[in-house]
């Protein structure tokens, strides 16, 4: 069973940074190439939006505008596990940050709990 776990929220003030996680259980990185992870956030009130991605076969990484140069996506295909650094973060990144087996989002996706993330001012 493929399982997703997402840890590493947490408060943080605006400007700081914070390390997630989403490792991955039941499935290889280097055995589903075909599969991307991507990072998801769902703030109060909002919709979920895509913030970043990446394709377990060749490392492409994508990015929301509003991320972009402050975010990084990473693998680690050893550890099974997609990391994604957040720097400078401001207040409207504050949100439940989820992870899950595509750069789509798609219901049949796996699903990580999600981890919240706090930026106060």
């Known amino acids: 069973e493929v399982q997703l776990q997402a840890s590493g929220g947490g408060l943080v003030q605006t400007g700081g940074s914070l390390r997630l996680s989403c490792a991955a259980s039941g499935f290889s990185f280097d055995d589903f190439r075909d599969y991307a992870i991507g990072w998801f956030r769902q703030a109060p009130g909002k919709e979920r939006e895509g913030v970043s991605c990446?394709?377990?076969?060749?490392?492409?990484?994508w990015y929301t505008n509003s991320v972009k140069g402050r975010f990084t996506i990473s693998k680690d295909n050893v550890k099974n596990t997609v990391y994604l650094q957040m720097n400078s973060l401001k207040r409207e990144d504050t949100a439940i940050y989820y992870c899950?087996?595509?750069?789509?989002?798609?219901?049949?996706?796996?699903w990580g709990q999600g981890t919240q993330v706090t930026v106060s001012s």
């Open positions: 990446i394709t377990l076969s060749d490392g492409r990484t």
């Open positions: 899950a087996t595509s750069c789509s989002g798609l219901p049949d996706d796996s």
